[in-house]
């Protein structure tokens, strides 16, 4: 290490949560990942003000885990009310429907008809 990056100055994770109103745990998680470049010290941990700066100004992206090769539905595909997921597979004619739980699912098929108001 050069003289110079002696100079530069550390942050503890809870000056760093204080700073940007976090919780500890969540830069702990950031530093774990890979995100938040740190300096371990025995069991402390202390991070650089221009590593902070550096995160803060390019924004923070999470690594990896939480995105997924298959794009899910978006909040507003989820918000606008239509259906939402995995289509249903079509049935071919003649093959019977699927049997549920929902009581009111197969009373049309035993036969029974709700009541009308009239008749």
């Excluded at 298959?70 to 049997?99: K, M, Y």
């Excluded at 197969?106 to 709700?114: T, V």
């Amino acid at each position: 290490m050069s003289s110079g990056e002696f100079e530069e100055s550390f942050l503890t994770v809870a000056e760093v949560a204080d700073l940007l109103r976090l919780n500890q745990q969540t830069v702990r998680n950031w530093i774990e990942a890979g995100s938040l470049p740190a300096v371990r010290v025995g069991r402390r941990v202390r991070i650089k003000r221009s590593d902070l700066n550096r995160v803060v100004e390019s924004g923070y992206r999470g690594t990896g885990n939480a995105a997924s090769p298959i794009a899910g539905p978006s909040a507003t595909d989820f918000w606008s009310g239509e259906p939402v997921g995995a289509p249903e597979p079509e049935r071919a004619e003649g093959q019977p429907q699927e049997r549920t739980d929902d009581p009111s699912a197969g009373s049309a098929e035993a036969g029974f008809e709700p009541e009308t108001e009239g008749t």
